[in-house]
């Protein structure tokens, strides 16, 4: 026999293909050719496999080897096909019979010696494979785990090429993914640690309840990145969907924590704000590596000392956070990532950074004004939610009193979160932050000209703009759902108002 294949799975995006690696090994002058668009990662495969080969005791054909990966027109990025390439090349030159290999998805990276080294990526490949009705795939030992956590498939390890061949030869034992439960998660940051601060915990339950970006200002100490890695303790846990879209992220940064376990929590993300715009939205050489904005993907994005982050930074934050994804643009094949996450920013009121706050500032206007300048237009636009945090007082700091806890304040998230989301069923949507200002200003939404009286002063007046005006209405639907009213009253739009401008602390 000179013919041979063997199943494997390529990545585009989140998304896993089936790939079909084919060895074909013909008489003629020695070497390999493979086609089938590979990436330069691929054309490295070739020496790869070749010492994996040579290395675990098996004869290097020499004959002319053609190496396919179908469907060509699929661009391949990675590692993880070597394994399947070197089987399939032993299958063809008639040194194994793949017999046992029938239906079974194999994925792996080789070293020189012709170990196995795991790969980023497995949770989304091996979910793809079971979608496709595949039922048994070899996976590299340290990702077993991972892979067994999607249901339903007969997951084993391998750790060497001479384990496979053995396996596949002589029926010899493949690695068992440990069945042990992997230690419970640590418990994160709780609201209960946090003193006083009144106002910055209300807006953060605000935030939590409608789904809405926050920017929280005010001077050093004031809490505000105490308050921000917070955010994912009131947020609901993610269902099964999300779960399983978070992890595959992480699994392609290649950031799981071992074990295996489906990401059940709202992840958080802080890049320091020196942070490289790849970074931040993601990229790479081969397989793309999700940047922090799909890292927090159905979870927070702190940007801490947001003004100091760089303009192309922040600039590129913009698409994202209009379409929920990330478009990597790349010379071969484009890549895209989920990135609905909802934003943080944290940033001093000027430059002096000054702990007792405004009253001590020195910088001169100009140069507060230019500070927090940086962040408007494309970000602080999309930001329903600003508050103006007080310098945090001794008296609150000393108050010894019992804090409400993260799972109190989920209980009231949860529950305004229902409200939301039967009241706008019809609109097809589920979040306050998400309802387009012409639906809120349309019957049976809109609200009445007594109860908005004093935002459309502020309209006429120009201290409020169109889309600050239905962000105001927005932050209202959201007290209202918190503090169990059907619709918005004067006093709920007069506590977004507050919210909003950062007025009234
Ligand atoms: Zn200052």
């Known amino acids: 026999m000179s013919y041979a294949r ?48 040579v290395n675990s005791g098996q004869r290097w054909p020499n004959r002319r080897i053609t190496l396919n990966l179908l469907p060509a027109t699929l661009p391949k990025f990675g590692s993880a096909f070597d394994l399947a390439i070197a089987v399939a090349l032993l299958g063809g030159s008639g040194e194994l019979p793949l017999l046992p290999l029938e239906g079974v998805v194999v994925l792996g990276e080789l070293g020189l010696d012709g170990t196995v080294r795991p790969v980023r990526g497995v949770l989304p490949m091996v979910a793809a494979a079971a979608q496709a009705g595949v039922e048994r795939v070899i996976v590299p030992a340290g990702n077993a785990a991972e892979a067994a956590v999607v249901p339903g498939l007969r997951v084993r390890g391998v750790d060497s090429l001479h384990r496979l061949v053995g396996f596949v030869r002589d029926g010899e034992p493949l690695i068992e993914p440990p069945t042990d439960a992997p230690p419970p998660a640590a418990p994160g940051p709780d609201l209960a640690e946090v003193a006083g601060q009144g106002l910055g915990r209300r807006a953060l339950e605000v935030a939590a309840a409608g789904g809405h970006h926050l920017a929280l200002i005010g001077p ?15 947020l609901p846990a993610l269902d099964d969907d999300a779960a399983l879209e978070v992890t595959a992220l992480h699994s392609i940064a290649g950031l799981l924590p ?12 802080a890049p320091h704000h020196t942070a490289t715009v790849p970074s ?7 397989l793309a590596r999700p940047g922090a904005i799909s890292l927090a993907h159905r979870g927070v994005l702190l940007l ?51 702990p007792a706050g405004d009253d001590r500032c020195e910088c001169p206007p100009l140069t507060r004004r230019r500070y927090l300048g ?22 609150e700091l000393m108050e010894t009193a019992a804090h409400e806890s993260s799972a109190v304040v989920a209980g009231r998230v949860v529950a305004a979160r229902q409200a939301a989301a039967g009241r706008w069923t019809a609109l097809g949507r589920r979040l306050n932050a998400e309802i387009p ?3 809120l200003r349309r019957s049976p939404w809109r609200l009445s000209a007594r109860d908005t009286a004093d935002l459309r002063a502020r309209l006429d007046s120009g201290s409020l703009s169109a889309r600050g005006f239905d962000r105001v209405i927005r932050l209202a639907w959201t007290i209202a759902d918190l503090d169990g009213r059907a619709r918005p009253d004067k006093g709920d739009v007069g506590e977004a108002i507050t919210l909003r401008t950062g007025e009234g602390t």
Do not use: W
Not at 220 to 234: D, F, H, N, V
Not at 263 to 268: A, E, K
Not at 280 to 285: N, Q, R, T
């Open 304 to 354: 801490d000392e947001a003004p100091e982050f760089s303009k192309p930074a922040l600039e590129a934050l913009r698409q994202p956070l209009e379409h929920g994804r990330v478009v990597l643009t790349r010379s071969r094949g484009g890549a895209e990532y989920p990135a609905r996450a909802q934003l943080v920013l944290a940033a001093n009121p000027c430059p002096c950074a000054n």
């Open 280 to 286: 931040i939205v993601g990229g790479g050489s081969g």
């Open 6 to 53: 063997v199943l494997c799975v390529g990545l585009v995006g989140v998304t896993g293909h089936l790939v079909e690696v084919e060895a074909d090994l013909a008489p003629g002058l020695p070497g390999v050719v493979i086609s089938g668009l590979p990436d330069t990662a691929l054309h490295e495969a070739r020496d790869r496999v070749r010492a994996a080969v």
């Open 437 to 439: 200002g012409p639906d």
């Open 374 to 395: 940086r962040l408007s237009g494309p970000l602080l636009d999309r930001i329903d939610l600003q508050v103006r945090l007080p310098p945090m007082r001794a008296a």
């Open 258 to 269: 071992a074990g295996g376990r489906l990401i059940r929590r709202p992840p958080f993300q």
């Open 220 to 234: 050093p100490g004031a809490g505000k990145t105490m308050l921000a890695e917070r955010l994912p303790s009131i």
